[in-house]
C-alpha cells in the first residue's frame, strides 16, 4: 500500500496538535515522506526500516544508533495484518516511549479513514463512468460491465433515466461535492444507485417503479438538488426501457423531456409520454423551424412579434372570447379588436380564422422554443465522455 505524501504530512501535522514533539512518517524502505522536520524529509532511517521489516517498535539513543536516526522510537503501523507505514517520535526515548502507542493508533485511525474516503470516492468515480456509457448508443459493453462487477451492481432488468437540470446555471461552476452528497442521499433512499452529476445535468437510471413511487422519488429529487443549486431544477423522465443496450433511448428521451419542462415550466408533466405538443416541436429540426418561423412573421421587428404575442396568447387563453381577452388586458374590446385585425395584416394569417389559428399558433410557439436556453452556451458545447477524478470529460480513471 502506497501512502500519498500529502495525506501522510496531513497525519504528521494532525499529531503535531497534540504531541510536542517532532513526528516523521516513512514508508516500509525507511524513507521520510512527511515530517514536521521538513529538512528530513526525503532522507533514509534505517530504524524505521528496522520496524517495518520486524513489525517490532524501535528505539534509537546512543546505545542503538541507526543510519539518518535521530532519539526516539518508531513504530510499525499495521492494516490488515501488514505493516503499511511507520511513524516515529523524535526526542529523549525515556520521555517518548510511552507515545508510542498512542501515535501509532492514531495513525492506523486517520489511514483508515482517509482508505474509506479513496474507497468512496474511486465508487463515486466509477459510478459516474458506468452511468455516463448508459446514457452511449454505441459503448464498449466489456468496460460496462467490468465496472458493475466492480460495483457489485446488477444491471439486468427494466430502467428508465431521469436528467435534472437547473435552467441557465452552469452545474461545472457549483460545490460538485455538495450536489453529489444531495444526489447520493435521494437516490439511496429510494433504492436508486445509478446516478451521476454532469457538467451539464444530473443523470438517473431508476428502476422499474409505480407511478406513485416514482412521483415521490422526482420530488424529492427536485427538492434535494434546488437546495444545492440555490434556484428551480426541472427533471425529464425518457420510457422504460428493457435492458441496458438500450437506456440510451431513455436517456435521450429524459433530456428531451428535461428541456420542455424547463421550456414550459411544468414540472408536473415531467415524463416523455405526457409532452403531448411538445414531442412534435422538440422533433423539428432547427432550420426548418427557422424558416417556418421567419415565413409567418416575415419584415416583422422582433418588438411588433412580442406585441401581437401577448395579444395572441390573451386570445387564447380564453378560447377567442374577444370581451374576456381584453379585460385582462385592460383594454377597450374594440382596441382588442384592432390589434388582431393588425395581426392578421402584417402577418396575413387571421387568428380568429381557423386554418390560420394553428399556423399562428405553431410560429408563436416555435420562436419562444427556438429562443429558449436551458444550458448556457459554454455547457452546450462540453461532451458527454466519461468523467474522471481530475475533470469532467476526460478518459475513464480512478484513484489508488
Given at each position: 500500500m502506497t501512502i500519498d505524501p500529502a495525506t501522510a504530512q496531513t497525519i504528521v501535522d494532525n499529531l503535531k496538535d497534540v504531541i510536542e514533539y517532532n513526528i516523521n512518517f516513512f514508508d516500509t524502505e525507511g524513507t521520510m515522506v512527511a515530517s514536521t522536520d521538513a529538512s528530513r524529509i526525503g532522507s533514509f532511517h534505517g530504524a524505521a526500516r528496522q520496524a517495518a521489516v520486524d513489525g517490532q517498535t524501535v528505539a534509537v539513543d546512543r546505545r542503538h544508533p541507526y543510519e539518518g536516526a535521530q532519539d526516539g522510537v518508531n513504530v510499525p503501523v499495521v492494516l490488515n495484518d501488514?505493516?503499511?507505514?511507520?511513524?516515529?517520535?523524535?526526542?529523549?526515548?525515556?520521555?517518548?516511549?510511552d507515545l508510542g502507542g498512542i501515535i501509532e493508533r492514531m495513525t492506523g485511525?486517520?489511514?483508515?479513514?482517509?482508505?474509506?474516503?479513496?474507497?468512496?470516492?474511486n465508487r463515486r468515480i466509477m459510478t459516474s463512468n458506468l452511468v455516463n456509457l448508459l446514457t452511449l448508443e454505441h459503448k464498449d459493453n466489456e468496460l460496462m460491465n467490468a465496472l458493475a462487477l466492480a460495483l457489485d451492481l446488477d444491471l439486468s432488468g427494466p430502467r428508465l433515466a431521469l436528467v435534472g437540470r437547473a435552467p441557465g446555471v452552469r452545474l461545472e461552476r457549483l460545490n460538485q461535492d455538495r450536489l453529489y452528497e444531495k444526489l447520493c442521499k435521494t437516490c439511496l433512499s429510494f433504492g436508486v444507485p445509478l446516478f451521476a452529476v454532469s457538467p451539464r445535468d444530473f443523470r438517473v437510471y431508476a428502476p422499474q417503479m409505480g407511478q406513485a413511487e416514482l412521483d415521490d422519488f422526482v420530488v424529492a429529487l427536485r427538492q434535494a438538488l434546488a437546495g444545492a443549486v440555490g434556484s428551480q431544477v426541472v427533471l425529464g423522465a425518457g420510457t422504460i426501457q428493457a435492458d441496458p443496450d438500450q437506456y440510451w433511448r431513455s436517456y435521450r428521451q429524459a433530456c428531451i423531456a428535461a428541456r420542455w419542462a424547463g421550456f414550459?415550466?411544468?414540472?408536473?408533466?415531467?415524463?416523455?409520454?405526457?409532452?403531448?405538443?411538445?414531442?412534435?416541436?422538440?422533433?423539428?429540426?432547427?432550420?426548418?423551424?427557422?424558416?417556418?418561423?421567419?415565413?409567418?412573421?416575415?419584415?416583422?421587428?422582433?418588438?411588433?412579434?412580442?406585441?401581437?404575442?401577448?395579444?395572441?396568447?390573451?386570445?387564447?387563453?380564453?378560447?377567442?372570447?374577444i370581451t374576456h381577452a381584453a379585460q385582462e388586458l385592460f383594454i377597450h374590446k374594440n382596441t382588442m379588436q384592432n390589434r388582431l385585425d393588425a395581426l392578421a395584416r402584417e402577418t396575413g394569417y387571421n387568428p380568429r380564422h381557423l386554418s390560420d389559428y394553428p399556423i399562428l399558433a405553431a410560429a408563436f410557439e416555435l420562436r419562444k422554443y427556438l429562443a429558449y436556453k436551458d444550458i448556457p452556451d459554454e455547457s452546450a458545447e462540453l461532451s458527454d465522455r466519461p468523467e474522471t477524478a481530475d475533470q469532467p470529460g476526460g478518459t475513464i480513471d480512478s484513484v489508488s
Open positions: 501488514a505493516v503499511v507505514a511507520v511513524i516515529g517520535i523524535t526526542g529523549p526515548v525515556n520521555r517518548v516511549r485511525l486517520m489511514l483508515c479513514a482517509n482508505m474509506e474516503q479513496i474507497a468512496r470516492f414550459t415550466d411544468n414540472d408536473q408533466r415531467y415524463r416523455y409520454e405526457q409532452m403531448g405538443t411538445g414531442l412534435l416541436i422538440t422533433s423539428m429540426p432547427t432550420e426548418q423551424c427557422q424558416a417556418f418561423v421567419e415565413q409567418v412573421f416575415a419584415g416583422l421587428e422582433p418588438d411588433r412579434i412580442e406585441q401581437f404575442d401577448r395579444v395572441f396568447s390573451v386570445y387564447t387563453r380564453h378560447n377567442g372570447s
